[in-house]
């Protein structure tokens, strides 16, 4: 592959990591009505995708799906240098699970020839790590995740996977997906220039219809996954104090080795 390449980066506005977060106990599902801000690991690959247009030539569309306020963290894209945004938005898609955003996000993509597609490895306020992989397995696409490091030349994409016991070198030819981790890049602050040309870069409003999704197969009344039952966060307890009686040493790696620290 020679050339620009078309890049699809996704993007989530969440609960803002530093303020109170709670899942509403008559929804079962997380509480949107506080401070929402995009999350920080899809900064994080917008910066990739970024890198990966400013080093062989590109176009960098931001992605997201969500109810209206979502359209923020596509603005905030566009700000940093995104150069188009799509934005998947309909009332029956509240609630939907990983399968199904899959699937909504699939229906997005499938047709537009994208090259590339970047997402965060997973998202703060839902924590499955599964979305991407289902996208990638929706769109007939190679699939590298939980990458540190992101590199596109001559077609190939290849990367640094975190394993368990380090990192393992993987590539793969385009078209693929990849997610990253938080190592992947420090994500660049918008500058005014960036603000100011982001309210003229065009964004897509994408419904069910245009999806070709019946209602039926949308929304929380209809996902694979079901929260059977919400209990608040227990009080945090105190912490074991240990006093220098002279056996304060003792004590102490016997309560590291009853955790399984040593």
Do not use: C
């Not at 979305?131 to 939980?146: D, K």
């Amino acid at each position: 592959m020679v050339g620009m390449i078309k890049i699809a980066v996704l993007v989530k506005e969440v609960p803002d990591t530093w303020s109170d977060r709670r899942i509403d106990p008559g929804t079962k599902r997380v509480d949107r009505d506080g401070d929402v801000v995009i999350d920080e690991i899809n900064e994080k690959a917008v910066e990739a995708a970024l890198q990966v247009k400013e080093s062989g030539g590109g176009e960098v569309t931001a992605v997201t799906m969500g109810p209206k306020n979502a359209l923020d963290a596509v603005r905030k894209a566009l700000a940093m240098g995104a150069d188009a945004g799509i934005h998947i938005i309909d009332e029956a898609l509240g609630g939907s699970d990983a399968l199904q955003t899959s699937a909504a996000l699939a229906a997005a993509l499938g047709s537009r020839g994208f090259d590339l597609v970047i997402a965060g490895n997973e998202s703060t306020d839902g924590r499955t790590a599964a979305v991407p992989a289902m996208l990638a397995e929706r769109l007939g696409l190679s699939q590298a995740t939980f990458l540190r490091t992101l590199t596109v030349k001559d077609g190939t994409v290849t990367g640094e996977r975190m394993t368990d016991d380090g990192h393992v070198e993987v590539r793969a030819s385009l078209p693929a997906l990849v997610s990253v981790t938080e190592q992947i890049a420090e994500a660049r602050f918008p500058n005014f220039k960036g603000i100011m040309a982001a309210k003229k870069k065009p964004v897509e409003t994408l419904g069910l219809a245009e999806l070709g999704i019946a209602a039926g197969d949308a929304g929380g009344a209809n996902s694979w996954s079901v929260v059977e039952t919400v209990a608040a966060k227990p009080p945090r307890e105190g912490g074991t104090i240990i006093k220098d009686d002279g056996t304060a040493g003792q004590k102490l790696a016997d309560y590291l080795a009853s955790a399984k620290l040593i």
